[in-house]
């Protein structure tokens, strides 16, 4: 069964720090998310990536977020200057454009997330 | 705008025993999904069940059952005979199709479930 992998599992970083959170998506699809959940809090949508660009963020990602498709299978979230208020795991995710192998379209694949702690 | 409610914030239970976690929702789509997601205590999410709009028939799947009910835009989710492996967070999430495709998912804030012996 394809999954969505992420690396690295947990990331310390110091205050002010630039930090590159990396996902493999499933490979087939065309859709790919960022979500953040602060412990003990729900899991908040970050952005959403199709066809090389943005297509939705929410009022989380500031300028502080970028996010890049570098070659064709990683997808990355970078932080430009952490604050200690971005510690939190976040979650990558993809998902199908179509009605591929009986899948449902929209139904999206989390990868097991990477815990970042802003020290 | 787009709402999930999970008003259980909290809920322990002793194994054997059923349980029903509850999930409300709010959306002005006529087209949109359902979603229930189990995040044990090793933190990632595990995907449960899915439901679009248009399908409300209930669905079992062997100790997991949902009831979907559009009239009180409830996805209510039960667990027959707990065990304590089904410790964990459960997540209702709605899905919102973004224009250029894809879809975002809209989170309650969750049910921490405890199974006890």
């Known amino acids: 069964e394809p999954e969505v992998t992420q690396t690295p599992s947990h990331q310390v970083t110091q205050m002010g720090q630039e930090v590159i959170l990396r996902c493999v998506p499933i490979?087939?699809?065309?859709?790919f998310y960022w979500y953040r959940q602060i412990l003990g809090q729900k899991v908040e949508f970050l952005v959403s990536?199709?066809?090389?660009?943005?297509?939705?963020k929410s009022e989380i990602f500031d300028d502080q977020f970028s996010v890049e498709r570098p070659d064709g299978s990683n997808f990355t979230l970078k932080i430009r200057s952490t604050k200690l208020e971005d510690s939190a795991m976040y979650f990558c995710?993809?998902?199908?454009?179509?009605?591929?192998?009986?899948?449902?379209?929209?139904?999206?694949?989390f990868g097991p997330g990477t815990r970042l702690t802003v020290t | 705008a787009q709402k999930v409610t999970q008003a259980q914030t909290e809920i322990s239970v002793v194994e054997k025993e059923d349980v029903t976690l509850d999930c409300v929702y709010e959306?002005?789509?006529?087209?949109?999904?359902l979603f229930w997601y189990k995040q044990p205590p090793s933190g990632e999410l595990v995907f449960l069940i899915r439901?679009?709009?248009?399908?409300?028939q209930n669905e079992i799947s062997g100790r997991y059952s949902w009831n979907f009910q559009k009239s009180t835009s409830s996805f209510n989710f039960t667990i027959t005979a707990s065990q304590v492996v089904d410790s964990a967070v459960y997540f209702c999430?709605?899905?919102?199709?973004?224009?250029?495709?894809?879809?975002?998912?809209?989170f309650g804030t969750g049910t921490q479930l405890k199974v006890e012996l």
């Open positions: 439901r679009n709009s248009f399908d409300e």
């Open positions: 995710a993809s998902s199908e454009a179509l009605r591929i192998s009986g899948r449902a379209p929209y139904e999206q694949y």
């Open positions: 959306t002005r789509d006529t087209t949109y999904y």
């Open positions: 490979s087939n699809h065309l859709y």
């Open positions: 999430a709605l899905s919102l199709i973004l224009t250029g495709g894809g879809n975002k998912l809209t």
């Open positions: 990536f199709y066809n090389n660009e943005i297509s939705e």
